[in-house]
């Protein structure tokens, strides 16, 4: 069982930066792949990035060359560091950890990033 606690979500201006922060507890954390998804009102759940046990990252379109996705392992986090904000960006967003074919996968409570003049 995973644990998964999202942060660091708010208001800021288009063209602005914002790191989230995802705390994992429960789990060898270490053996997930672990991803950033975001839900926008009337839009189904979508990915932003991922990244494996080894480090290895995807990106959705939308995000590449502005959004960058890392982890800590030896922390039990992961992170997304999100510039040149646009407001086609403003959604909930999802922490998610999941195993091989998604046999196995937790998502956290989400939080909400708003971007606006």
């Known amino acids: 069982q995973v644990q998964l606690v999202e942060s660091g979500g708010g208001l800021v201006q288009p063209g602005g930066s914002l790191r989230l922060s995802c705390a994992a507890s429960g789990s060898t954390f270490s053996v997930y792949t672990m991803g950033w998804y975001r839900q926008a009102p009337g839009n189904q759940r979508e990915l932003v990035a991922s990244?494996?046990?080894?480090?290895?990252?995807n990106y959705a379109d939308s995000g590449k060359g502005r959004f960058t996705i890392s982890r800590d392992n030896a922390k039990n986090m992961m992170y997304l560091q999100m510039n040149s904000l646009k407001p086609e960006d403003t959604a909930v967003y999802y922490c998610?950890?999941?195993?091989?074919?998604?046999?196995?996968?937790?998502w956290g409570q989400g939080t909400q990033v708003t971007v606006s003049p």
């Open positions: 990244i494996t046990s080894g480090s290895s990252t």
């Open positions: 998610n950890a999941r195993k091989a074919f998604w046999i196995t996968t937790y």
